[in-house]
């Protein structure tokens, strides 16, 4: 059993920060590629950013220069760390991950974590 546990979400001024973290726990050889995505109400999930197991990022041109996604391979976490963030960043952002147990390659997706953002 694999679970992906986010946290970090919550509400901000525009301009503000914020910092999203991602752990996975369970029976895990190996994690592949990390990474965040966003979905806004009656609207099809978008991908944020992702991750490689080397580190080699991957943005979506809406968060290019502010977000930036990093990765503890030693703690099994991705981080999403979210800079002069603007309203239409509001939504509710799901970290992603493509693990291997002993059984299988498979991709989990954690609870998503509401992050809101005022004008």
């Known amino acids: 059993q694999v679970q992906l546990v986010e946290s970090g979400g919550g509400l901000v001024q525009a301009g503000g920060s914020l910092r999203l973290s991602c752990a996975a726990s369970?029976?895990?050889?190996?994690?592949?590629?990390m990474g965040w995505y966003r979905q806004a109400p009656g609207k099809q999930r978008e991908l944020v950013a992702t991750?490689?197991?080397?580190?080699?990022?991957n943005y979506a041109d809406s968060v290019k220069g502010r977000f930036t996604i990093s990765r503890d391979n030693a703690r099994n976490t991705v981080y999403l760390q979210m800079n002069s963030l603007r309203p239409e960043d509001t939504n509710v952002y799901y970290c992603?991950?493509?693990?291997?147990?002993?059984?299988?390659?498979?991709?989990?997706w954690g609870q998503g974590t509401q992050v809101t953002v005022s004008s």
């Open positions: 992603n991950a493509n693990i291997r147990t002993i059984w299988v390659v498979s991709t989990y």
């Open positions: 369970g029976s895990i050889f190996s994690i592949n590629a």
């Open positions: 991750i490689t197991s080397s580190g080699s990022a």
